[in-house]
């Protein structure tokens, strides 16, 4: 367990595409947990794994507080609707922009052990799946913001 530094926009790191896991090995559940800790402790509700340095396809994301969701090489099947709001990234420290993403996801990944599962999210989570997979193809959501990105008072909006 330990908190690892977030790397902030700016650092090529995050701009980069991520190699698929082949296989979990105690580094990559050390990472997992590493993960987490270093998303709650910065109270954000999503991190991939390049925000620490990692160019690996691995997504955490806890939007309640109280229900972690990993994601080991997630892939986006079917999206729809549409919802517009606040967006912010613990790599981009202080700052929050409008941006659109769709209302629902049904997204694919593999667990911990490797094993495939499907999970469905709405709204926030909806939001988060889709933040976190773009981090993983080097994309952040200032590249999709409408309008200006805004200052923000901290712990005021959901930091992903
Ligand atoms: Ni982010």
């Known amino acids: 367990m330990a908190i690892?530094?977030?790397?902030?926009?700016?650092d090529e790191v995050l701009n980069k595409k991520c190699k698929e896991v082949t296989e979990v090995t105690d580094r990559t559940r050390e990472l997992i947990d590493d993960m987490f800790d270093t998303m709650y402790d910065a109270l954000g509700v999503g991190l991939a794994a390049p925000q620490v340095g990692i160019l690996k396809r691995i997504v955490v994301?806890?939007?309640?507080?109280?229900?972690?969701?990993l994601l080991i090489?997630?892939?986006i099947l079917e999206t729809s609707g549409?919802?517009?709001?606040?967006?912010g990234c613990l790599s981009v420290p202080g700052k929050s922009g409008?941006?659109?993403?769709?209302?629902?996801v049904k997204v694919k990944a593999y667990d911990e052990d490797m094993k495939p599962f499907i999970i469905e999210g709405t709204e926030l989570l909806a939001r988060a799946f889709?933040?976190?997979?773009?981090h993983l193809d080097g994309?952040?959501?200032?590249?999709?913001v409408e309008g200006d990105l805004m200052d923000v008072v901290p712990d005021?909006?959901?930091e992903e």
Do not use: A, F, S, W
Request: aromatic share 4%; proline share 7%.
């Open 4 to 10: 690892r530094n977030i790397r902030e926009m700016g």
């Open 61 to 69: 994301v806890d939007v309640t507080g109280e229900d972690p969701i």
């Open 73 to 75: 090489n997630p892939v």
């Open 82 to 87: 549409e919802q517009t709001g606040h967006e």
């Open 98 to 104: 409008m941006v659109t993403r769709p209302n629902y």
């Open 130 to 134: 889709c933040h976190e997979i773009d």
């Open 139 to 144: 994309h952040l959501y200032v590249e999709k």
């Open 156 to 158: 005021e909006d959901e």
